[in-house]
């Protein structure tokens, strides 16, 4: 069966990670429902469709990732849906939040704040999921460059699990840009570019005028 899953991989030319692979993944789904908590938050005003059928969408995913014997191929694809949903879900709820906030819709101060935190606290669970599923489907040509991985004193089988790209998404998020951790292929660009301008547009704009119509 490896040997079938290695041809595969050789013919797509994407090494995917070994589906019985070390790093744990107990911390990668309960970030995912975290972020799915974080979508109930919001008001349905707020939120593509029924913020209700959008999580329960999210749960069979998650349960079929979990339960369902996949391929390693196929447990990336229901993944790569799974967080493009999601990813989805969170920029609609922002521009419907934006709409709010110049008198498209009505909606409680209250709300738009509690939504603002919701989106922006997403934004990074989000785009943290995406560095470490895209940086973990190729070996020969990283991502990223962390620190450790261009210092000498550092054990040089180091690799990083998801809680490093978790950083990276938490520091591009309050910075806006790279800190210690630097992109360095065109998708790892546009990822953290994309990311910056969502977390810019909610804490300048939508925080602030949240805030603004509370005092």
Known sequence: ????????????????KDINGKES????????FVAIGLGLLLSNQLTFNSKY???GLELLLIILLIFVPFSA??????AIVLLAIISIVNLIS????????????KVD?????????????????????????????REAVPDFLFPQQSNIKV??????????????????????SPTDTLP???????????????????VALVVARAVNILS
């Open 155 to 176: 054990d040089p089988h180091w690799k990083p699990t998801f809680f490093d790209y978790l950083y990276v998404s938490v520091t591009n998020a309050t910075a806006f």
């Open 53 to 55: 059928a959008i999580a």
């Open 1 to 16: 069966m490896r040997d079938i899953l290695k041809s595969v991989m050789q013919l797509s030319q994407i090494h995917y």
């Open 94 to 105: 922002l521009g419907l939040v934006i709409a709010a906030l110049f008198g498209g819709l």
């Open 25 to 32: 993944r107990w911390h990668i789904v309960l970030a995912i």
């Open 184 to 202: 360095l292929t065109h998708r790892g660009k546009l990822l953290m570019g994309a990311q910056s301008v969502v977390s810019l547009v909610t």
């Open 109 to 137: 101060g209250h709300e738009l704040l509690i939504s603002s935190v919701a989106i922006y606290l997403t934004n990074i669970i989000v785009f943290g999921l995406w560095y470490w599923e895209l940086d973990n489907t």
């Open 73 to 78: 191929a196929a447990k990336r694809f229901f």
